[in-house]
């Protein structure tokens, strides 16, 4: 197995707030698609490790991607796990000297190519200790997780396909040894889906998502370990209509809720979002703490209860009154400890920008970090890259950044690429191995910025360029290929 050398091109923005504490808007991405679906935080050193999928590692369509990068937003390592099909990373977990697991969906173990929950577990050196799938003869995709107190991880999402009333919810309780201790589907009158868990105490857990009746409804379950129900709720959107929960945030007093509904009657592409503030119980704090907001298109993505009365909220909107080149656009909003709007509202640059995690900062009080993705091609090339955020509710919008690429891929020598003359003046000659068909190139300068790219072809000229060294990379049927190269 040809061995792999990692360039990072990175956009950042770097500045000092008042407080001394440092902010960042920084993106991570190859020439494919790559995205960040979740972020924690290490004790030990304040990195942040996250989690997701990349096309730009290799042959597959995608692999799970792992990213570490150091409290400051500075690229450390990039692994990639997988087969040769895609698998995509959804949420990552960390327990101090046991390591990681990574939990997400995959087709590259079934035999028919339908997805199925995939749990992976890593050593602290992110090296593979095991891996393994979980589902049935459909198509199963995994929306959340979590680590339970005996190591187990608890697995929630869908099923889909023969014997299904459209979708179902589907949850899988795993133990140590990544065998299956229970899993169970839950199926209404129509689709039925696990969005969102959280661990309630040492002995239960919430599972969250949208329940089928007759039309959806936000549902909510409180489980024992065994998957027994302690209560169950799906009254959350007081008469208002159908709609989802997506995420769960727990205080010591509090349940805190997030998704998007659909008001009745029920229209196309009519969803707006909503927060709701709950007792323990489940059931709604007061009747004044239903958060309904009339803005279509948009739904509330997170919720990170980051001081003891400062709530941050994403929304993602594809209202044609705020989108740019398609969108998405992302906001940020400010609430206090009982979800009202304090008047902090923040623009994430870029069109095409989708948050997917936000998390409190564990070195820096008062700040919450945030990982995404963005499919902007105006803040870097290849289909999309990963968004890591890092600000407070007292920060102007970021919009300046520079580009540079994480890109996993091949040497010319390692693959038998023949490269001349280097050094150059002007014109290269490149021969490639006959298995390997070569379609665009790109020339990145020491910076990172690129400054050249087209069509491939075996004669180049870079009579243009200026004296200095290079990085040439070729989009081929194998991947990527790169060479470095000095014009003089």
Excluded at 161 to 169: N, Q, R, S
């Amino acid at each position: 197995m040809a061995t792999k050398i990692t360039f990072l091109f990175l956009s950042a923005v770097l500045f000092t707030t008042l407080s001394a504490q440092t902010v960042f808007y920084n993106t991570y991405g190859g020439y494919g698609y790559d995205t960040g679906q979740d972020v924690i935080q290490l004790e030990s050193d304040s990195s942040y490790i996250i989690v997701g999928s990349s096309s730009s590692s290799g042959p597959a369509a995608n692999q799970v991607l792992l990213m570490q990068v150091d409290k400051f937003g500075n690229f450390i390592t990039a692994r990639f796990y997988g087969g040769l099909r895609s698998d995509i990373g959804v949420r990552v977990m960390h327990r101090e000297n046991e390591g990681y697991w990574i939990a997400g969906y995959s087709n590259s173990f079934s035999e028919n190519a339908n997805f199925d929950f995939y749990l992976i577990k890593l050593n602290e050196n992110f090296e593979l200790e095991w891996q393994q799938t979980y589902g049935t003869n459909n198509w199963e995709r995994l929306h959340d997780a979590i680590l339970l107190p005996d190591d187990g991880v608890l697995l929630v999402g869908e099923v889909e396909g023969i014997g299904h009333a459209g979708k179902d919810a589907y949850v899988v309780r795993i133990d140590a040894n990544g065998d299956v201790v229970w899993e169970e589907t839950y199926a209404g009158l129509d689709d039925d889906v696990a969005y969102a868990c959280k661990l309630f105490d040492q002995t239960s857990f919430l599972v969250a998502g949208k329940w089928g009746q007759t039309t959806s409804t936000a549902w909510m379950t409180r489980f024992d370990l065994d998957g027994n129900i302690i209560w169950n709720r799906t009254d959350y959107l007081n008469g208002q209509g159908t709609g989802e929960i997506l995420g769960i945030e727990l205080t010591d007093e509090r349940i805190y809720i997030h998704g998007n509904y659909t008001p009745a009657p029920y229209q196309e592409d009519n969803y707006r979002p909503f927060r709701i503030m709950c007792q323990l119980d489940g059931t709604v704090l007061l009747p004044t703490h239903y958060y309904f907001e009339n803005s279509v298109l948009e739904s509330m993505i997170g919720i990170c209860a980051v001081e003891t009365n400062n709530v941050i909220g994403i929304v993602e909107t594809k209202n044609p009154a705020f989108v740019a080149n398609n969108g998405p656009r992302a906001f940020l909003y400010g609430y206090n400890i009982n979800l009202d709007y304090t008047g902090f509202n923040h623009t994430v640059f870029g069109a095409k920008v989708h948050l997917k995690r936000i998390i409190k900062s564990l070195d820096s009080e008062g700040y919450f970090v945030i990982t995404g993705y963005t499919g902007d091609l105006g803040m870097g090339f290849g289909g999309s890259g990963v968004v890591l955020i890092k600000l407070n509710n007292q920060v102007p919008n970021l919009e300046n950044f520079t580009y540079t690429p994480i890109l996993a891929v091949d040497t010319f020598a390692e693959v038998g690429f023949e490269f001349y003359p280097n050094p150059t003046k002007a014109t290269v000659n490149i021969q490639l191995p006959e298995a390997i068909q070569a379609m665009d190139f790109h020339v990145f300068d020491v910076s990172g910025q690129k400054v050249m790219s087209g069509v491939f072809h075996n004669e180049l000229d870079f009579g243009s360029l200026d004296a200095g060294q290079y990085l040439l990379i070729l989009e081929t049927n194998q991947g990527m290929k790169s060479m470095r190269f000095q014009k003089f």
